[in-house]
């Protein structure tokens, strides 16, 4: 991924199921195998996870083919194994936790043991590039604002262990259990991030600049800022959405630090605070602005957010589809609400799978398409 001014690239992690019940396939291996044509796809921590990565795009209809084109080849091939490929930022019906056979996933196992059983949780990983890491940290203390209305657009967990978790996402309390899990700090500089890195490794909470787990970040491969602050998304479209959001918030944040304009002050227990009401909530329910402290419903903080990045999205030539998109998913719900009306309409874990499985590969979408 390179610097290229907006440029964005995307990671998608997916969960591997057994067709019929629903747990946990430890099939990865099986299914990278049947993808070694395809360097966008690629083993995860643990042996029922995959991720895919696009290519560098400049266009939202570019990450959208490239997105759909990913999915529907992990899809083939987890079926040509005998399991299913969902996009779920949980596995719905409970979790094996065998670590993926790398050296570093093993190391990182036997330094945090305690976590390894409530890993496997799966993301959407939003790369858009920045000019020098000095712009891009500073770029990490102007998203701090948005983060909630990120994870509510994306909230798309809200099954464990078969059971309503009560969260529409609930990897989110999962993920933030790792030490570094936490929004970015308020760096000045990119000193401050770096003794922040550094800080983390030395005391022990992190193997490696890879894995310190800051909501967002400066990559540690590439030359972009990395917001991880979202689950999957269910569907393709609303991973789009959430792509042009955050290069919105990006292009937003360089121009706004061209001009010197001072970032906005977010103490630490009211971000937490926004980013817990938009897990357990989602998109449809409360949050919280943090400019003002007050609550707001999580719809009405996205109307904000996409008034705040409208003059980016126009220039970026992205408004049209981030508005298409937002209308969309306030249409049909969140990724939540969506699976817990798929469960209400599926007698078996199994039609509850196919239903996810169906979302995941786009079926719905190209079935509308073609009406």
Excluded at 161 to 178: E, F, I, N, T, V
Excluded at 248 to 272: C, I, M, S
Excluded at 276 to 290: I, K, S, T
């Amino acid at each position: 991924m390179d610097d290229g001014g907006g440029t964005v690239g995307v990671e998608e992690e997916f969960v591997l199921v057994d067709p019929r019940s629903g747990a946990t396939a430890a099939a990865a291996p099986r299914v990278l195998a049947q993808l070694a044509d395809e360097p966008g796809v690629m083993a995860e921590f643990l042996r029922f996870q995959v991720e895919t990565a696009t290519e560098v795009h400049r266009s939202l209809p570019q990450v959208c083919a490239d997105l759909t084109r990913l999915r529907h080849r992990v899809a083939e091939a987890a079926e040509h194994v005998g399991c299913v490929a969902l996009a779920t930022g949980v596995a719905p019906f409970g979790r094996a936790s065998q670590v993926t056979a790398d050296p570093r996933f093993r190391t990182l196992a036997a330094r945090f043991p305690a976590l390894v059983g409530e890993a496997g949780t799966c993301a959407c990983h939003i790369h858009v590039g920045v000019p020098s890491r000095a712009a891009g940290v500073a770029v990490l203390t102007r998203l701090r604002p948005w983060l909630g209305a990120l994870l509510a657009v994306s909230a798309n967990s809200p099954y464990v262990d078969g059971l309503d978790s009560g969260w529409a996402s609930a990897r989110y309390p999962l993920w933030s259990r790792w030490p570094t899990a936490r929004p970015p700090g308020e760096w000045r500089d990119v000193g401050d991030y770096d003794a922040a890195v550094e800080g983390a490794i030395r005391r022990g909470q992190a193997l490696d600049a890879r894995s310190v787990y800051f909501y967002a970040r400066l990559s540690p491969r590439h030359p972009t800022v990395e917001v991880r602050i979202a689950d999957v998304c269910l569907d393709v479209a609303d991973a789009v959405l959430l792509t042009g959001l955050v290069r919105g918030l990006v292009v937003t944040a360089l121009a706004e630090q061209r001009r010197g304009a001072p970032p906005p002050r977010v103490p630490d227990a009211l971000a937490e605070r926004a980013l817990r009401a938009a897990a357990r909530y989602g998109l449809a329910g409360p949050g919280v602005d943090v400019l003002t402290g007050t609550p707001m419903a999580h719809e009405e903080l996205v109307e904000d957010l996409l008034a705040y990045v409208r003059p980016a999205l126009r220039a970026m030539g992205d408004l049209d589809d981030v508005l298409a998109a937002w209308c969309a998913l306030r249409s049909r719900g969140g990724g939540a609400e969506r699976q817990r009306a798929l469960r209400a309409e599926s007698g078996t874990p199994a039609e509850f799978v196919a239903h996810l499985a169906a979302v995941t590969r786009g079926e719905d979408r190209e079935r509308e398409a073609a009406q």
